[in-house]
């Protein structure tokens, strides 16, 4: 059954506190582990240590989300060569889902999902909260339409359904209707529990990057 919606000012409200103190608390104790692994992204491969994206977030508005980059410099721009090579050469030689784009560390980082770390700046500024739907590029946001379009009636989330039932393993349709789900039942003791939840998930490396 969906919630009344929009959710209360008060809940709302908590929801804003509780990812400042969070994400606050989070970049002070792990702002030396920041440090390293952009130091190491930058010794691994030649290019900045943080992937900046745009993405779709609270009510269809852009923002830049902030990643350690995991890539080779002008990864997007051979997005489609790699696609028709994976399809075509490659599909016997590499496990799938396996990107040669992918930096040596970043293959690393991916897996243990501490690529996505600097998304605590995010949240910290207000443009993504601690759980939440998933933060689309602009060409996803395009595929979206209809009731989905509800997904965005909340800030994005560094981890939400689409994380705690299978990550990246989702297919789009999917992860775009856990989202209108996760929206039209929110409330702040389910995002403790998805939290929660997302724990001993991070603890499994992810099987493809």
């Known amino acids: ?5 929009p959710p209360s000012n008060r809940n709302v409200v908590a929801r804003r506190v509780r990812d400042i103190l969070a994400s606050s608390v989070g970049l ?6 920041i440090l390293l692994l952009a130091a190491l992204v930058k010794l ?5 240590p943080i992937f900046r994206q ?8 852009p923002f830049t989300l902030y990643k350690f980059r995991t890539m080779v410099i002008g990864a997007e721009e051979q997005e489609q060569e790699i696609s028709d090579f994976r399809t075509h050469k490659f599909e016997q030689l590499k496990p799938p889902g396996r990107d040669p784009r992918v930096t040596r560390l970043g293959w690393i980082l991916r897996r243990t999902s501490l690529d996505e770390l600097p998304q605590l700046l995010n949240v910290l500024r207000g443009e993504m909260s601690l759980v939440g739907p998933r933060p689309l590029i602009l060409e996803e946001d395009s595929h979206v ?20 039932l299978g990550r ?3 297919p789009f349709e999917e ?3 856990l989202d209108y789900r996760y929206v039209t039942t929110w409330t702040l003791t389910n995002d403790l529990k998805l939290m929660f939840r997302t724990l001993p998930i991070l603890t499994r490396p992810r099987a493809s990057c």
């Open 1 to 5: 059954m969906e919630i009344t919606w």
């Open 28 to 33: 002070a104790i792990i702002w030396p582990l």
């Open 44 to 48: 691994d491969s030649p290019g900045p």
């Open 54 to 61: 745009t993405r779709i977030g609270y009510r269809g508005r």
């Open 145 to 164: 339409g209809g009731r989905s379009r509800r997904r965005l009636d909340l800030k994005p989330g560094m981890t939400g359904l689409w994380q705690v």
């Open 168 to 170: 990246d393993d989702i």
């Open 175 to 177: 992860m775009v209707e």
